[in-house]
């Protein structure tokens, strides 16, 4: 557990997801990059396990107008209209990146990329390689990186930032290798890339990164981060067995054909969104299926029926090959019988708060992806958060590139204050992972898809007593599983503290305890903050 | 809850000299998977125990493992009472985890060329099938060759192949894919048949690059000689004595009333080199009530040719073999060799049956055979239990004669 080990170097990426992966690519065309990340690179985070597609212009009966009306609707107006037009703008110029680098995406019959419908937009404007388009960018992304001069430290976990002795200014990390040891890496620039959060709920799609670390990381060096309540519930994740809960049924599904029907048989979406039935946005499309199985519409397992028997089979097994393979693992052909489905927590559309260039409000603090917030608003349309990995992690890592050279003075108080945590929890009493499932439990049912104050209160609660245990490392490979789980009570407690400060429902939001008279669109209500230092919620003017 | 008691493979190098299975005893949930175990273990009993996770869903290749010996994705992999879970069998860091990154890293990369180039659909339709692979090295871990050669392993193959495909790539790949021990793989299919998705590489990809080696003139000098002595005799191996066609007749009838009739494909080494064992096999048969008809126009299955990339002949070989047993109106096709019946079932449109003599001796049933008293224990041919399949019925032939361990 000793310092001794130190990486000095130009820009440190933190994150091996797709944001991650394409910052460090981009940077590393302007100095010596480093990408740490606490899985193996091409195998962490949520991008490979990205289903469904990748949004982009391509065709010329769509427009990047359309797109963007599509996204800040679907957004509930919520979203910062810049970052939409750079992420409507660029993402056809980043998908035509992947396609040079080997990416192999379906194609149609005349040669060009296939685009399937997505919920929430007025074209077919999802790429897609099968069902795993997400894991086809990231070897894409990946074997880029493999031609580039950037080093990789692999299963090394960050567990805070470093920032510069006399200033705000971030100068790197510290981070814990395999076996538990220090390691201090100092950068000019440093860009948080470490995606959402949403395994603070007992529910969730995400991979064992979702933990939050980025928010926690930034909130604790002073980063202000916007919109924290807005978690997008994904409509559809498996029911049972009971450990496969959660796991996403993609929305390709659905875009494939798909349809949703409650344990009576009833195509219920007409009651929600007569018009865009299952293609409508996530959250409400989740809203219903909560409603419907609140209702006692649901099926035996808690879900309702998502069913793609009357496609042709051969149709499902090119298109969704994915969903078919594993619903067959747990005993279940959807090419006969229909699936069972119900919400998961899916993603974190608030978080760091960017600037175009993926500037955090702090000097030498970079973020793209899921960690940075303000590109999807309330809500996040399908297809949207892999085509923002490429556009803002190309984006953030130009930038951390371009910036100068920063004097890095390693604060010995910052490294001493890291070691006497660490220690802490060598001297600990609590088991980890019983407070984290503590907590998971706690969000689902107090800051899930329907909110009130007293829930809220009564969740933060809870978060903050979390926090305050001491957690025990019975060995120094398990000092890192007493950071991240320290990450997740922060990370919840961000969202409650948000949510209560939201006075609205919006978007994904959802304020059981409020009534409104305002839609969406004239809401008098801009993103909310918070930091170490303030925290609130703007009035919608100030933010447009 | 379902209470299991399993068994784990643990091993810290900074402490033991070997790895040793520890027992536990934990509660599951119904229909946990391999993975939910190790979270029970590590969450309830044993924080120390290390394994590798991420995706949780089958997407990501990070949770390999083996289960009673048989590589798996432990979040896919339905838990069972009684398991035993080990590492790969690859090098191990600690307890489950392998260090897979050092083996990942010698997966070739696409290098574009300089001109944008863009796939067409059709190109994409071929590189799809090797494009489902999640690195988890499953294939890697049970390859007999790359535990005694400097063999990369079937997945990078299977990539060498898929860039091979790419017109956007700007690499040489069969020079590479030769270099990094092509012609080292036995076609034992044991890759495939482990991988989650199910990839064939063997057929898809190791075989489609040794016929481009072919066409580059990489092919290896005694590869090329066998398909030389198969265009001159027919035959892959060359005649030392008397072989089985010009002994045995052109049909042999049962002792007893006729239960079945079948043509025979004798195949190379049976017709050249084991010629006893075949004449020995057509006894039983014809005491078992099958009917043989041996045509003596048979020649090579032409498996050497296609395992090694060369295919220019193949096809004449085919049609032959197809003609000889379909102008006699034979229904069903018998075969010894492993590799012969693993061919003619994968490789062959053929318009008859095709059947492995275990297949059909415990299809009819055999005379009570004398029973030797002695212990015996029975290797698998590669072609016959993975090529097609057959792994009951020879144990169930020998457990007949002697006692099978």
Known sequence: MLADEVCDCHVLVIGSGGAGVRAAIE?????????????????????????????????????????????????????????????VKESPLRMGDLVKWGAVFDFTEQNELAQRPFGGQRFPRTCYAGDRTGHEMMMTLVERLDSTDVTTLQEYTVIELLKDRDGDAVIGAVALDEKGDLVLLKADSTILATGGGAKIYDISTNSSSGTGDGFAMGYRAGAELIDMEMVQFHPTGAVYPYDARGRLVTEAVRGEGGILKNAKGERFMKKYDPERMELSTRDVVARAIATEIMQGQGTAHGGVYLDV??????????????????????????????MEVAPTAHHVMGGLRITPHGQTTLPGLFACGEVAGGVHGANRL????????????????????????????????????????????????????????????????????????????????????????????VSDRNLAECCIVQNMCCTASLVCRSALLRPESRGAHVRTDITQTHDAEHSPFGHTFISLSREGIEPREMQQ | MKEFTIRVSRFDPDEDKAPHLETYTVKVNEGARVLNVLHAIHDELDPTLSYRYSCSSGQCGSCAVRVNGEPVLACMEEARDGMTIEPLHLDVKKDLVTDLVPRLEQIASLVAKKDTVLPKKADIDAMKPLKDCIECLCCVSVCPAVDVT??????????????????????????????????????????????PKEIEIPGKAIEKLRARANKAGLTLPRHLEVAALIKETGRSVPRTAESFLEKAGGTIEPYGPVKATVGFFVGCMYNLRQQQSALDAMEVLRRNGIRVIIPKEQICCGSPLIRTGQLDYVDTLKKRNIETFQSRKIGTVLTMCAGCGSTLKNDYKTPFKVIDINELLTQYGIEPPARLPIKATYHDPCHLLRGQGVRDQPRELIRQVVDLV
């Open chain 1, 382 to 473: 399908g297809g949207n958060a892999l085509a923002d990995t490429q556009v803002f992690g190309k984006r953030a890592g130009e930038a951390a590139g371009k910036e100068g050279r920063r004097r890095k003075s390693v604060d010995r108080e910052q490294v001493g204050a890291q070691l006497g945590r660490l220690a802490g929890f060598c001297a600990g009493n609590t088991n980890p992972a019983l407070v984290k499932r503590d907590l998971q439990l706690a969000m689902w049912q107090g800051a899930g898809i329907f909110r009130n104050a007293g829930d809220l209160e009564e969740t933060l609660a809870t978060a903050n007593q979390l926090s305050a245990v001491h957690l025990r490392a």
């Open chain 2, 150 to 195: 400097k063999f990369l392993g079937p997945t990078a193959m299977r990539q060498e192949m898929r860039l091979a495909l790419d017109p956007r790539d700007s690499g040489d790949r069969v020079p590479d894919a030769v270099r990094d021990g092509l012609f080292t793989c036995t076609s034992c299919q044991a890759c495939w048949k482990v991988c």
């Open chain 1, 309 to 338: 028997t009357h496609l042709p089979g051969e149709q499902i097994e090119t298109r969704l090959p994915v969903m078919l393979e594993q619903f067959l693992r747990f005993g279940v052909d959807i090419r006969t019988t229909p």
């Open chain 1, 27 to 87: 940077a590393s065309k302007h100095g010596e990059t480093v990408l740490i990340s606490k899985t193996i690179v091409g195998k962490g985070g949520c991008t490979p396990m990205a289903e469904g597609g990748y949004n982009a212009v391509l065709r010329e009966q769509d427009s990047c107008g359309i797109h963007r009306e599509d996204t800040l609707k679907g957004g509930a107006y919520l979203n910062n209209p810049e970052l939409v037009d750079l992420l």
